[in-house]
């Protein structure tokens, strides 16, 4: 359990991958998504740096002459062009580990540092073809290549729907006798620039190992451009089906935006169609009462209307629909509040949630008021409290940002287990909210244990994770 002097301290977070890393299979059709390619703000020059110097590269000691004549360092040169052609900086450095392994090269050549971009080398032409040669030089290749996808490739796209070589979204091309459909401009700009399928797999691969994202259980993401709104749940997305679904389970204002690439790194899962608590009835005329993940068949007519249940709630589903829930308990007329209750000991104060004839401790406010929200709460004798069977204490929701009163230290929940997230870079980085933050007692998040601590997997942090 928690003790305070383990707390780590951390007003900066960071986070991690918690899960293993996911069998995701390479989609020729989409290869990198639009911000992915255009995101200049992704990196700052220090964390481009750090980036280098985390991965011993060779290029993190690398200085030499800018194309505007200044010595300069690796991560300076990347950092200008990026910033002056609107090119990710993360999209450079996979590039330039694409065409020649220059980021994770201890040592590598000067054949490969003067052509880190691969940019005019054609596949019908050599490095020393003297047509080329005035791309020669790292500097010179890096600014190139990042001119090429911005004032050609996507250019192009914006005015003619394709590139100079005919690459589109929606435009069915072929690649080393592949049909491939670009689903979006980066991916047609990276097959313009790399026109084979091998070629756009292995910057898929660079990219999926060092900048896609893993987040916690709990956590609601949004796709940047998207309407749909989807929980992470032990590595799959689920999708909302409805505002009701949703905000019947959750806080809207905890909703993290994310890039379609980081989206796509989950399986989907099953949908959560209806709000918590509905009562759904089976085409066999069977009403159950969802609680979580299950259904709760009701045996008979007079459990229904004895328990108080509203049959103006009754929504009519089919199978498909009964089958996205595991089965649960089936409630009867000695089931004591299936759908839950809060109740008060109107002697010391205490208040429980009582569920199935369990009563289960809440510790703190905070606790109380992102599970249970506006639930009304009944004033009862510790007599009445005495006939329910006691259970652990209630914790707090996987997803929740937490920290104890007067300790900066900050973790978010997950699997039940608080997670440090050890930096404010990381913590932003994330898309977490400042004001999200739950503040509570010792007491209360004594009630998880600590777990490793989250990184996050962009340029400037690459910390411990499973």
């Not at 509905?278 to 009701?298: E, H, N, W, Y």
Request: hydrophobic residues 35%; aromatic residues 12%.
């Amino acid at each position: 359990m928690l003790k305070i002097t383990n707390f780590i301290v951390i007003i900066s977070l960071l986070i991690v991958p918690l899960s293993p890393v996911l069998a995701v299979e390479f989609n020729p059709n989409y290869v990198l998504s639009d911000e992915d390619l255009t995101d200049y703000n992704s990196m700052s020059l220090e964390d481009i740096q750090k980036f280098l110097e985390r991965k011993g590269s060779y290029l993190a000691n690398y200085i030499t002459e800018d194309t505007d004549g200044i010595m300069k360092t690796a991560a300076e040169i990347i950092h200008r062009v990026a910033n002056t052609w609107v090119i990710s900086p993360k999209f450079i450095l996979a590039l330039i580990q694409k065409e020649q392994s220059l980021v994770e090269d201890p040592s590598p050549t000067q054949k490969q540092l003067d052509w880190a971009a691969g940019y005019a080398v054609c596949d019908s032409c050599t490095t020393q073809d003297e047509q080329i040669q005035r791309w020669r030089g790292f500097a010179k290749q890096i600014r190139s290549s990042a001119m090429q996808y911005r004032e050609g490739y996507l250019v192009d796209l914006a005015e003619y729907g394709v590139t100079s070589a005919g690459y589109g979204p929606g435009k069915i091309i072929e690649i080393d006798d592949q049909i491939v459909i670009p689903y979006n401009n980066a991916t047609a700009a990276n097959y313009t620039y790399t026109p084979h399928i091998h070629g756009n797999q292995s910057l898929w691969n660079i990219w999926q190992r060092w900048f896609t994202q893993l987040y916690p259980n709990g956590s609601l993401l949004q796709a940047a451009g998207e309407p749909g709104i989807w929980l992470i749940q032990y590595g799959q997305k689920r999708p909302f089906h409805s505002m009701a679904a949703l905000l019947s389970r959750y806080d809207l204002g905890k909703v993290i935006p994310v890039s379609k690439t980081d989206l796509d790194r989950y399986e989907d899962g099953k949908a959560i169609k209806f709000p918590e608590y509905s009562l759904l009835r089976s085409p066999r005329g069977t009403v159950f009462l969802l609680d979580g993940d299950k259904r709760r068949g009701i045996d008979s007519w007079d459990t229904f209307k004895t328990i108080g249940f509203n049959p103006d709630e009754i929504i009519d589903v089919e199978w498909s629909d009964i089958n996205l829930y595991g089965e649960g308990e089936m409630i009867t007329l000695e089931t004591v509040y299936p759908q839950g209750a809060l109740l008060q000991d109107n002697t010391t104060g205490g208040v429980y949630w009582i569920q199935d004839g369990k009563k289960y401790p809440i510790w703190s406010r905070e606790i109380m008021a992102t599970r249970f929200g506006n639930w009304f709460i009944q004033q009862v004798s510790p007599q009445e409290l005495e006939q329910y069977e006691t259970m652990p204490p209630v914790g707090f929701k996987d997803g929740e940002l937490l920290k104890m009163v007067g300790n900066p230290s900050v973790y978010v929940v997950s699997e039940g287990v608080l997670r440090p997230i050890p930096s404010a870079d990381v913590f932003e980085g994330m898309g977490y909210r400042w004001e999200n933050i739950i503040e509570t007692t010792e007491k209360a998040l004594s009630l998880h244990e600590i777990g490793e601590a989250l990184y996050i997997l962009s340029g400037d942090v690459e910390t411990a994770g499973n």
